[in-house]
């Protein structure tokens, strides 16, 4: 096996990345504070043997010892959180956001976003095996996890390091980030990357994550920060010039989405992402990766519901399908 890849990024402070097998993402940033009273661990990767295997290595190296750790988990997708119940020890504080503690525990939740994703005009067959190939349903985390819930302004101390939580609301609706005031060092999560655009879904009608995404990004522009930790890929170093990145994105997205509904007429959500550009290997939307094309539907869904409460556009249903109109 490979000598797992790990770097001090500041005094007693590492980012490790844990291997993302057969993903896009390709790994996940895990941050470590190395302290001689306790350690903390930030995000873990998925619930999977390749996971667990680099981490572990990773601990041997930075001769970090679990009993001695806690865990901090920005928000509720496997990624981020799936390992965590492999690694933490009867002795390990595991904090966490409420609002994505209720996503997870949620008994139905999969028989929810199987019937919203139906709804929305992602054939039956297609469904299941996203479903099944859904990163969350395979490698999530294993049992319940006896969480400590934190909220906007609550503060952590590590080492030399006083954290602040910050709630940016958007990729999740729980979603937590590590501010350091003192070092103007911000860890974003899944909040803001540097080399891909964090992907926003909505499948419940009363949801609006893209206006709450984009609220977040200007809350978080108005901060000082220098070094940006996000939960994948490279480091940042222009925080604002980031987001305002993102920002545009977004907006050429709503204008792109408006465009296909003008052009189309009546549309569902799986037609409309059929129409939009995507940044994936793949030669037409027939063959799309499946989970690629499950999270390409929920971005489209979530632009759609942005544009409905703008009033740029309205929707009916027919025949048990969501429909969407100028």
Known sequence: ???????????????????????????????????????????????????????????????????????????????????????????????????????????????????????????????????FKHPGYRYSHSGPINFEYLHEGDRLTYGPYTFTCVHTPGHTPGHLCLYEQSQKLFLSGDHILGDITPNISAWEDSENPLQQYLQSLDKVSRMEIELLLPGHRRVVSDCRGRIEELKKHHHERLEEVSSIIRAKGPSNAYEIASHMEWDIEASDWEHFPITQKWFAIGEAIAHLHYLEEVGKIRRKEQNGTVLFYP
């Open 1 to 131: 096996m490979n000598k797992p890849f790990f770097e001090e990024v500041l005094p007693q402070l590492f980012r490790a990345e844990i291997p993302l097998p057969r993903n896009p993402l390709k790994a996940t940033n895990s941050y470590l504070i190395k302290s001689r009273e306790r350690n903390l661990i930030i995000d873990t990767g998925m619930n999977r043997e390749e996971c667990m295997t680099a981490f572990s290595a990773v601990l041997r190296e930075l001769q970090i010892d679990l009993a001695q750790t806690d865990f901090f988990i920005t928000h509720l997708h496997a990624d981020h959180l799936g390992l965590v119940s492999e690694l933490a020890k009867p002795s390990s504080r595991i904090f966490f956001n409420r609002l994505d503690a209720a996503v997870v525990t949620y008994g139905d939740l999969w028989k929810l976003l199987y019937n919203a994703a139906k709804k929305h005009g992602f054939h039956e067959e297609e469904l299941k095996e996203a479903l």
